[in-house]
């Protein structure tokens, strides 16, 4: 039988052991509670599609970072302070993977153009609609905006109507290749945004277009 | 003046009504469309927490919310793209895009979590329209593809 003396002495022992055991390590005393949490925030820069970054201005306080180069990144950590660091490829999966994952395809832009003062596409462009039709297929919750355009050939009037019908040509051989109406916007620009600039009443093919925007 | 300002007031009024309950693309006054939704995703809108699916439209002063296994992306009426991965809010504070000009601002924060962006026609418009904010930072954008997380250390 053990008595209730023994008892205690036993349980001193343990926590005896215990300290000494906590002895043995560093012992981390728990911060002040800070005024602010502590962040831990990370923002880098990724390369675009031709490999190279535009840039991204980083304002805490008063501090400012400009990230430029790809993989260029900034920290917030627990000092609250604005630090530059280069960000190993190896930590953007790990931390955005999933992240980068979820973004939605780049939209896409197409340019059809159209024969002289008409709403008849070229026999080019007619082709063209195959793989249009392809891409507006492979998306999911697809937009389709439609803009028309002329070139400077006759009064303005006359172009923005022109244009606008041109759109809705392009709108209707979309629904023609089974593409739901109630996914497509369109417009007419007229003579106002020229692929290649020209003095007025020039002929010019190339500005007589619909530019098809899938997203 | 008073009568254009109340031309374009009675024609925004007609395109509103003229765009109410249908699937169209992006107009004035959505900011852009969800794309992507994956595992538990929420739109919270005035209060309500609705469900998020590939296909709804977002608008200003939405917040997109997931949860431990969820992620959402989204395509703006720039073109722009934003995505956010798991247990993370963004808030939609203000979107403002002239299809015709490329005029105007986009301006969300990331309260938590994890976000991926692609700038689109705003920022290459004018430098400084799009802006991401965190709870510690401002991100000012020029063209250009980037990542955020933001959160408490633990």
């Known amino acids: 039988m053990i008595s209730h003396h023994a008892t205690r002495g036993l349980l001193l022992l343990f926590a005896g052991a215990l300290l000494a055991g906590c002895a043995a390590r560093p012992v981390v005393m728990a ?35 400009v990230l430029d180069q790809p993989y260029a990144g900034a920290r917030i950590r627990e000092r609250g302070r604005l630090e530059a660091a280069r960000v190993p490829e190896s930590e953007v999966r790990d931390v955005f993977g999933e992240t980068l994952g979820a973004l939605p395809p780049r939209p896409v832009s197409f340019t059809v153009f159209f024969e002289f003062s008409r709403d008849e596409l070229t026999a080019e462009s007619r082709d063209a609609f195959r793989e249009i039709s392809a891409e507006i297929a492979r998306r999911p919750a697809v937009e389709i905006i439609v803009i028309g355009h002329t070139d400077r050939v006759g009064p303005l009037e006359h172009n923005d109507a022109l244009s606008l019908q041109r759109a809705a040509r392009v709108r209707r051989s979309l629904v023609e290749a089974g593409v739901a109406a109630d996914r497509i916007e369109i417009a007419g620009r007229g003579e106002r945004e020229p692929l290649v600039p020209t003095g007025d ?10 530019e098809i925007t899938v997203r | 003046m008073v009568s ?6 009675v024609a925004a009024i007609a395109l509103a009504l003229a765009t109410l309950g249908t699937t169209a693309p992006v107009l004035a006054g959505d900011a852009g469309m969800i794309k992507v939704a994956t595992g538990e995703a929420w739109i919270v809108r005035a209060g309500a927490r609705l469900p998020a699916r590939v296909g709804d439209k977002v608008q200003t002063s939405d917040v997109i919310a997931t949860g431990a296994k969820g992620a959402v992306g989204i395509t703006f009426a720039d073109d722009s ?62 063209g250009t593809e980037f990542l955020i997380r933001t959160g408490e250390a633990d």
Do not use: Y
């Not at chain 2, 991965?85 to 403002?96: H, K, Y």
């Not at chain 2, 601002?105 to 904010?133: I, Y």
């Open chain 1, 201 to 210: 009443e020039v002929p010019e093919p190339r500005n007589r277009r619909v």
């Open chain 1, 31 to 65: 911060p002040p509670p800070p005024v602010v949490s502590p962040r831990d925030d990370l923002f880098v820069v990724l390369p675009g599609p031709d490999g190279k970054a535009g840039a991204v201005t980083v304002t805490h306080g008063g501090e400012r970072l």
């Open chain 2, 81 to 142: 793209r934003l995505s956010i991965g798991p247990n993370s809010v963004l808030a939609i504070d203000r979107f403002v895009f002239d299809s015709t000009t490329h005029a105007g601002a986009s301006e969300t924060s990331l309260r938590k979590g994890t976000l991926a962006a692609v700038s689109g026609r705003l920022a290459r418009q004018s430098p400084g329209a799009m802006k991401v904010k965190t709870p510690a930072a401002t991100l000012g954008v020029r």
């Open chain 2, 4 to 9: 254009r300002s109340w031309t374009a007031a």
